[in-house]
């Protein structure tokens, strides 16, 4: 038996095949803008560079929820296992996953193909990081990606909220509707409502007796369903824009990443509208209901903390002392 050692030569590469990959994630003309920047900004990086050859421009405009709403990049991905790519230049990592474990999913496929990936953001190149850095790395872009759309969202929010030309000061609520032009108008009818619940909370009538009173008449809720909920009841009782004014701000979420919705006892700043629309009830009828909420209300200040008292407001014990008077 004859064996004969072979000699190997290596295929080398002359140049190295670069794509280029951006996503902006909605189709709007300044987003454009964006994403022409940045094709545009790579493809004079990979013209300075001598070894490196433009293979495909890659680019997605889409919501980026989902990989079925990015085609591009489901196609580079395929090129990429198919040998047609050595690099690809993106701007940050972000770009490649809706979540920290899509991103890695997307940046392991990468590697198994020996395919590299510049990101620019981050300015790391994944050939020269180890798995635990990149992990940690993934967990805090995540993190600040998402810090930061909640912040520009925000942002966007009170901008609107500040000249008036939010969509919250008209948003409707049970007694009124949308008029043609987008603003409130009065519903009449359910209107008659509203003011009876106002009318018999400041004749002494409790949450409780107001709801039997409206199901005895036969009135059914916001819902739609027979009885009201007595929180349905509370919440109307409160509500400013009866009285022509909106306040927008009443509950905030807390910051990233904990952001669990929590009721504004004047941490944040609110915006009041007054004057927004027409009212249904008189200012001096929400006034009296409001005192009258407070003085049945069984939690008082006591050293700046919230105390329970010990006697609960009832409408018989209410009407037992009119009787005695």
Known sequence: MKVTRLPYFPKLKLYTRVAIYCRVSTAHAAQEESLEAQIERFEKMVALRYDWKLVEVYSDVASGKNTAGRPAFNRMMQDCADGKIDMILSKSLSRF??????????????????????????????????????LSVLSAVAQEESAWRSGSIKTGINHKLSDGTSQLYTRPCYGYRKGSDGELVIDEEKAENVRLIFDLYVQGHSVVSIVKELEKRGIKSPGGKDVWPKRAVETLLENEKYIGNVLVGKTYSREFPDTRRRR?????????????????ISRELFEQARQERERRSNVVMVDGKSVRKDTHYSMKSTEKNDKDT
């Open 264 to 280: 504004n006892q004047g941490e944040k700043e609110m915006w009041l509208c007054e004057n927004a629309h027409a009212p249904i």
């Open 97 to 134: 996953g809706r979540n920290t474990v899509e991103i890695l999913e997307n940046i392991y496929k990468l590697r198994e193909h020996s395919v590299d990936a510049f990101f620019e953001v981050e300015n790391m190149r994944i050939s020269e990081t180890g798995k635990d850095f990149l």
